[in-house]
């Protein structure tokens, strides 16, 4: 999974994470400028080839090392 592409994910980017959801859901923003990508692409430096790294991007941008996971939940 690390240093194919960075993943797009849902939430809106803050600074820190006073506020978060602490259920897992989603971080979500009437007004959202910026989404968080998580961890890095072959075209990142080393210390960003992680999971835990985390940035904010415009929501307009494009880039080829950009990417999402479609996920789903399961019933039973």
Same mark, same amino acid.
């Given at each position: 999974?690390?240093g194919?592409?960075?993943? %797009? ?17 989603e %971080? ?11 961890g ?9 080839l ?27």
């Open positions: 999974m690390h194919s592409v960075s993943e %797009w994910v849902e939430d809106c980017y803050h600074d820190r994470y006073d506020g978060a959801p602490t259920d897992g859901s %971080w979500t923003a009437v007004y959202c400028r910026y989404r968080v990508v998580r890095g692409s072959r075209m990142d430096s080393p210390e960003r992680r999971s835990a790294s985390r940035d904010g991007v415009p929501i307009t941008l494009e880039d080829d090392h950009l990417g999402f996971r479609v996920a789903r939940t399961l019933t039973r």
